[in-house]
């Protein structure tokens, strides 16, 4: 037992630290969303333990109690976008770690066009430049809520504000006018042929109204 004082662990770590294919599967993981170390992997991983045993205990229970329990799980998931409102016990026991870490704010900063990449979404968070609403937040594994996805942004006055997302909307328009430039181009090769063939039909009728008057 140690000191009252002192936080002990939050998170487990495997049983078996050294099977390949879970190895693989983490460097992976580790790379896709740029994680600092495998203490982000295990936490992520607890927690979503921590939801799929309670489902676990819950699925066959059928008391007043493990309903209300229930509900309240699903509730709480549906809350972290984890769910949908209508979910079941099935659907929590279907989630990934990879649904968890979706739902971190190193992770909605990025797919928000906050940063380039997910490496300097990261950055941008520790060094405090992100906020959700009024709080800042310097924590790249925060759990992002559905009420507050629409308010992560950065700190007013900001240098970073507006840079990124502008970025991103004009790679969309460079985009759609490189599909636009094969269609006019198109375009103009017909109107040249059709300008190309007007003068030879009308030579048909000429060379026509000639043999016919013959």
Do not use: C
């Amino acid at each position: 037992m140690g000191h009252p004082s002192r936080r002990g662990k939050k998170y487990s770590t495997p049983r078996h630290p050294w099977q390949s294919e879970r190895l693989e599967r983490e460097k992976i993981i580790l790379e896709n969303y740029s994680l600092k170390n495998k203490k982000e992997i295990n936490k992520m991983r607890s927690l979503l333990h921590k939801y799929t045993d309670q489902a676990k205990k819950l699925a066959n229970a059928k008391t007043e109690q493990a309903k209300k329990e229930k509900k309240q799980l699903i509730d709480k998931l549906f809350k972290l976008g984890l769910v949908k409102k209508t979910a079941d016990i099935d659907d929590v026991l279907g989630l990934t770690i990879n649904n968890i870490l979706d739902r971190r704010l190193q992770t909605m900063v990025y797919k928000s066009n906050m940063a380039n990449t997910i490496k300097q979404a990261r950055q941008f968070i520790v060094h405090g430049h992100v906020f959700v609403g009024d709080k800042k937040m310097s924590v790249p594994s925060y759990l992002v809520n559905l009420e507050e996805e629409n308010k992560i942004k950065f700190k007013d006055n900001s240098n970073l504000t507006g840079k990124f997302g502008v970025k991103e909307e004009e790679k969309k328009k460079k985009v759609a006018k490189k599909e636009e430039k094969p269609k006019e181009e198109s375009k103009k090769q017909e109107t040249k042929k059709t300008s190309k063939e007007k003068p030879k039909k009308e030579e048909k009728k000429l060379e026509e109204k000639k043999e016919n008057a013959i």
